[in-house]
């Protein structure tokens, strides 16, 4: 069953505004929590990354918000900009049970001129 | 500092046959995870290496395999190709000293099964 979750596979967002991506998780025991932005044709790319002892972590134009108690976290980007169309996923995995990262399904976000 | 390549890009196989692909970390990196990307399944983890031992697998058939050579280099086996096994799979690395090290992909192997 998917432990982590996207429920909007697209997203449209004009340039300058701001895009924000969603994801959700079910199993408590994830405690690490990483986006990625995959181009076709390409691996995904680490963009930026949370632990559970955070609520909140900054990168240039990303910012990642973790809510434990709704088990949910998201991606914000300010300001958006075209080259950030790309599809962006969600992974989390549980320290205490071995490294593998457990995906969502991915948002396709668009950024518009 | 080079990215993780992985060889070859793209494979065609018919059923049955065996295949093996390959990865070569980012210098320094010691473990190394392999993912099934596939349109209905999305991104799911197949098994990881760290020093030449596997540490952690996921829910795949015993026909998936791999191993892992002293200079972290990492090779996956399919054994009995089937039709589903098309997708595009992807290596990554990490130090692995701790599962809170990112992982780095590299671009994927596209493996296509007729």
């Known amino acids: 069953d998917q432990q982590v979750k996207q429920n909007s596979p697209s997203l449209s967002v004009q340039e300058g505004r701001i895009s924000i991506l969603n994801c959700d998780y079910t199993?408590?025991?994830?405690?690490?929590f990483l986006w990625y932005k995959k181009y076709p044709a390409e691996g995904p790319t680490f963009l930026i990354s949370i632990s559970s002892i955070k609520d909140k972590n900054e990168d240039g134009r990303f910012t990642v918000f973790l809510n434990k108690s709704a088990k949910h976290l998201s991606l914000h980007i300010v300001p958006s900009q075209p080259g950030d169309s790309a599809v962006y996923f969600c992974a989390a995995s549980a320290g205490n049970s071995g490294y593998a990262l457990n995906f969502g399904k991915g948002t396709s976000l668009l950024v518009t001129p | 500092k080079a990215g993780v390549t992985q060889t070859p890009r793209y494979l065609i196989k018919t059923r049955g046959q065996q295949v093996t692909l390959s990865c070569s970390p980012i210098s320094g990196h010691r473990s190394v995870s392999w993912y099934q990307q596939t349109p209905g399944q999305g991104l799911q983890f197949l098994f990881e290496?760290?020093?030449?031992?596997?540490?952690n697998k996921g829910n795949f058939p015993g026909r998936f395999s791999g191993r892992q050579f002293s200079n972290s280099r990492s090779e996956m086996n399919v054994s009995t190709l089937e039709l589903g096994d098309s997708a595009l799979y992807l290596c990554?690395?990490?130090?692995?000293?701790?599962?809170?090290?990112?992982?780095?992909f590299g671009p994927g192997t596209r493996l296509t099964v007729l």
């Open positions: 290496y760290f020093s030449e031992t596997q540490r």
């Open positions: 199993n408590s025991m994830f405690d690490y």
């Open positions: 990554a690395s990490s130090l692995g000293q701790t599962s809170y090290n990112e992982q780095f």
